[in-house]
């Protein structure tokens, strides 16, 4: 399919052989025809382009006014036929206007950066916090069922670190498990287990907390905490939970944050 050109309807040559050619459209999905009006000597010529984008199936008409007498000719012309010359397209083609220039691009490009490092620590942050919290929560969960387990099957339930997450032994940084003698033959079931993310770091005085058949804490004798917070928390980030476990079974949750150790 041959493609478009922009034919200039004025009586009177408006641009030059190498100027009409420049204005000729390289795309056949787009056509545009420019009219130029004599408005008399001393006025500035009327120069109309009306383009048409096929593919989008839309029309353009832009009329400007160029200063001049019309007896120097083709300024009007010369003008739009400069215009015309970018990548192919008609001047004012539909085409062109959905674009954007590469400064436009750039600034988009820019602010999108900027903000992305300003939102980007304080997102990291939050992800910290939640998932300290995440940990923290499965542990309390697990407490309280080795706790209502022994008081149900009136008979000792545990909550300790467990490095195979089968039997107590390691460290709380290993897993942890919460087991009780459900069915009496001396052989402790597992109720449940988990693990810590390599990413925090979990401490404690104790390795076990054992809970009586009416409920209290046996072991340890002294008070019970296990503290949790990101691996290499610095001081003065408010993401070390610290639950602690009373006399009586009961545990709660404080929130340290600025605490000294968090190391």
Known sequence: MKAPDIRAKRPWSACSQDESKSARSNSASSAATITCAR??????????????????????????????RTKKGGKC???????????????????????????????????????????LPSFNDSIERNRVV????????????????????????????????????????????????????????????GTVSDKDEVTAAATQIDFNQRGLKTVPAGAATIAVQPAGCAVGKPHRRVVSVTATGGTFVANHGADANCI
């Open 134 to 193: 995440s940990t923290v929560n499965e542990m309390v969960g697990a407490m309280n069922l080795a706790r209502s387990e022994a008081i149900r099957t009136n008979r000792t339930a545990t909550f300790c670190a467990s490095l195979d997450q089968a039997t107590c032994g390691g460290t709380w940084s290993d897993g942890w498990i919460a087991i009780a003698d459900l069915d009496g033959d001396a052989v402790m079931d597992v109720l449940r287990t």
């Open 39 to 68: 408005r008399g000597q001393g006025r500035p010529d009327a120069c109309r382009l009306h383009s048409t984008d096929h593919l989008a199936g839309l029309e353009s008409r832009t009329t400007r006014a160029y200063s001049g």
């Open 77 to 119: 012309m010369r003008n739009l036929c400069h215009q015309s010359r970018f990548n192919g397209l008609p001047a004012f083609s539909s085409v062109w206007q959905r674009g954007v220039t590469l400064l436009e691009l750039m600034v988009a490009v820019a602010i999108v950066g900027i903000t992305l490092s300003l939102a």
